[in-house]
Structure formats: C-alpha cells, structure tokens
Nanobody, 127 residues
Framework: QLQLVESGGGLVQPGGSLRLSCVIS????????IAWFRQAPGKEREGISC????????DYADSVKGRFTISRDNAKNTAYLQMNNLKPEDTAVYYC????????????????????WGQGTQVTVSS
C-alpha cells in the first residue's frame, strides 16, 4: 500500500518561488526513483523532473531547466521540487510519483510503470 502526498502548492506571482514536498510512505524509498509531473488544463501530463534512487542523478524538462531543482531526503521519506522564477505557464497540478529503480543512477520522466502517485497539488502563477 503505497502513498505519496504532495504539499506546498499555492498562488504565487510571476517570478516568485515555491517548494513542493512529497512525503512517501508504504515502501522503502532507497530503491525508488522519484519524478515530478504536472498537468495544466487541456494539456497532457508532463514529466518535468526526476531524481535517481541514489539522489546523484537528475533530469529536467527543457521547460523548467535552470529554474526548478529536484532533491530527496530518504531519511525523511520526502522528495522536493524547488521552483524558482515561476511563470504563468507553470500553472498546473503537480504530482509526484515513485518508481522502483534498482539501477540507482537511473531516473524516469515518462509516466508509465510508476508504482505510486500522489494526489496532486495546485500551483497557480498569476499576478
């Protein structure tokens, strides 16, 4: 029984920052890669960032590269997404997901075969 719970979303002005958190329970996080996805109204779910189970390898979509930073703290069973210089086009529901990944240098941004998903947290960027 896997659970992921996102928090930290909200309303922010363009150029502002938010940090999303994803608390993961029901399994040992050590061997799971974590990814953040987002889905804006009328758009498909986009994998924006991921981090390997080791925490040493990350990947970002071009749309967020240089502005967002993914991290994890296995001891706290938590993953984070620091979002800086937010833009209106970042408005979306943000989801975290966990995927079993014994190759500890690998992470995934494609939405298939994830073992658990969070319920989502709304991020709205507007003046």
């Amino acid at each position: 029984q896997l659970q992921l719970v996102e928090s930290g979303g909200g309303l922010v002005q363009p150029g502002g920052s938010l940090r999303l958190s994803c608390v993961i329970s029901g399994f040992i996080l050590e061997y799971y890669a974590i990814a953040w996805f987002r889905q804006a109204p009328g758009k498909e779910r986009e994998g924006i960032s991921c981090i390997s189970s080791s925490g040493l390898n990350t990947d970002y979509a071009d749309s967020v590269k240089g502005r967002f930073t993914i991290s994890r703290d296995n001891a706290k069973n938590t993953a984070y997404l620091q979002m800086n210089n937010l833009k209106p086009e970042d408005t979306a529901v943000y989801y975290c997901a966990a995927k079993f990944a014994p190759p500890r240098s690998v992470c995934y941004r494609a939405p298939n075969d994830f073992d658990g998903w969070g319920q989502g947290t709304q991020v709205t960027v507007s003046s």
